[in-house]
């Protein structure tokens, strides 16, 4: 009973059941007793709705009581959100409309403050979401969905699927330039499947943390074919000028540890008899054309920040938007501004 008792303390239990409420009939001599107890953690006890016995539903020849403990486990629901499909955008509809969103707002000027930055940004910020809001379509996620497909596909997939069916019916010659057309859009339809799928997949692996890490892992750690145990095979590296193959799981773990990480050169690399050429100094200009190049290099489809603007539409929309950034960045760079939106 003491070491029962210890445990009930340590673990910050508290009784659910009434301690008044007997449980047990001893089958001789009839007598009530309490022998069941119901414990519950003590920052659960708010959840407890009734804790009690149930005499009438008492099982033939049993000794003891059922006990019924009702819990109020509701759980919030959140509503569903609806989701922009950013990869089944008319972009020429969305650039004109973009377009009379910026025709709207001020020419833009030289930024001299913290608040001319602040409003520009806003203002910005305001025209592209307001163009989202009407032109981006919004999806209904099902169990059948492929959250990487793009109306890019789509479209590839018709071409290709309408070149197959003319390559059938000019099946007869060989030598017809249909079949060659086929041949190139199918095999772009492919190229542009694997490279979305690939990004997709590169994208949804950077977005997971601790510990839905975990689930990515077993993803990547499991096998796809045919369901066997994933092994390292045999790896053959060099000890000096001598060829050796590592076999047990030892020797291929201190293989990889020396090819993945190398031991530290005893030397910073630094020659003192070299004279090196002078650090590239920055022309402190941010021209239109670098934030045009950085605009192309964005990933695409990335997760969506706080303003809820994606990198395609910063890509597709560049030429649009680029000369009002490129005053906005000017400013910053110049006098030192930060924008927090």
């Known amino acids: 009973m003491e070491k029962l008792i210890e445990v009930v303390v340590d673990t910050s239990l508290d009784l659910a059941l009434p301690s008044s409420i007997l449980t047990h009939k001893h089958n001789i001599t009839k007598l009530w007793s309490r022998l069941d107890q119901v414990f519950i953690s003590d920052h659960s006890k708010n959840l407890i709705i009734s804790c009690n016995t149930l005499p009438d539903q008492r099982g033939i020849n049993t000794d003891h009581l059922p006990i019924l403990t009702e819990l109020d486990l509701a759980t919030d629901t959140m509503p569903e959100e609806d989701i922009c499909n950013f990869r089944n955008v008319n972009w020429d509809e969305f650039h004109a409309e973009l377009s009379v969103q910026l025709a709207n707002l001020l020419l833009p000027t030289l930024i001299d403050s913290q608040r001319h930055l602040e409003n520009c940004c806003k203002s910005l910020t305001k025209a592209i979401q307001c163009t989202i809001e009407t032109q981006v379509p919004v999806t209904n996620i099902t169990l059948k969905s492929k959250r990487w497909w793009m109306k890019e596909l789509t479209q590839l997939h018709r071409q290709s699927n309408k070149l197959g069916r003319q390559s059938y019916d000019w099946h007869h010659d060989l030598g017809h330039s249909v079949h060659g057309a086929h041949n190139v859009a199918s095999k772009k339809y492919q190229k542009i499947l694997d490279q979305t799928k690939n990004h997709h997949w590169r994208d949804w692996l950077e977005r997971w943390e601790d510990p839905d890490i975990w689930t990515a892992h077993h993803l990547t750690t499991v096998p796809w074919g045919d369901g066997g145990k994933a092994r390292i095979p ?39 008899n070299y004279t090196y050429p002078p650090e590239c100094e920055s022309e402190g200009v941010i021209t239109s054309k670098q934030i045009h190049m950085q605009l192309k290099k964005l990933k695409p489809y990335k997760a969506l920040g706080p303003d809820s603007i994606p990198n395609i539409m910063l890509t597709k929309s560049a030429d649009l938007i680029v000369d009002r950034l490129a005053h906005i960045y000017q400013a910053m760079l110049k006098d030192s501004l930060m924008y927090k939106p």
């Open 234 to 272: 045999v790896l053959n590296h060099k000890v000096g000028e001598e060829e050796v193959c590592a076999n047990t799981n030892q020797e291929k773990g201190c293989v990889l540890a020396k090819g993945f990480f190398p031991a530290k050169p005893l030397t910073d690399g630094m020659l003192d």
